[in-house]
């Protein structure tokens, strides 16, 4: 078994249309919460505006990588939707799944260092548990 790296979370290009992410960290909730800062990291880059606004939301599945592709799936549409990006995210258990907390910012607020994702690509991601703390990793179309 391969141990991920100590480092905070990262992003590499898959292909010209991918973008793989990885995060690691001691908890699973930390560890999404990483996965999230390394897909907004993705466009953003590792400067990030102030917060001018707060959103949440609930999302449920049967495994943790159910869980991580939801989360991931729903900040993309926050993105595209409602125009809304989360530069500072905390993820905590509910009995039904995940609740994500987001300090966001407006979309016209920022230049986009990046493509902006469109989805959590086919490919299942991962979230597993290492004796070390927890891996994640996903593939993003950009």
Known sequence: MVKPPKTAGSRRPVHAGDLRIEAWADTREACIAE???????????????????????????????ELLQAVLGRVIAEVLERQVVPVATVVSTTAEGLEVL???VSAAAILPVGAIPKAVSGARPLCHRFA???????RIDV
Do not use: N
């Open 102 to 104: 987001c300090r966001t």
């Open 132 to 138: 070390s703390g927890w891996f994640c990793s996903a």
């Open 35 to 65: 996965a999230v800062d390394a897909l907004v990291g993705s466009f953003l880059g590792p400067t990030r505006p102030a917060p001018s606004s707060r959103s949440s939301f609930r999302v449920t599945g049967r495994t943790d990588a």
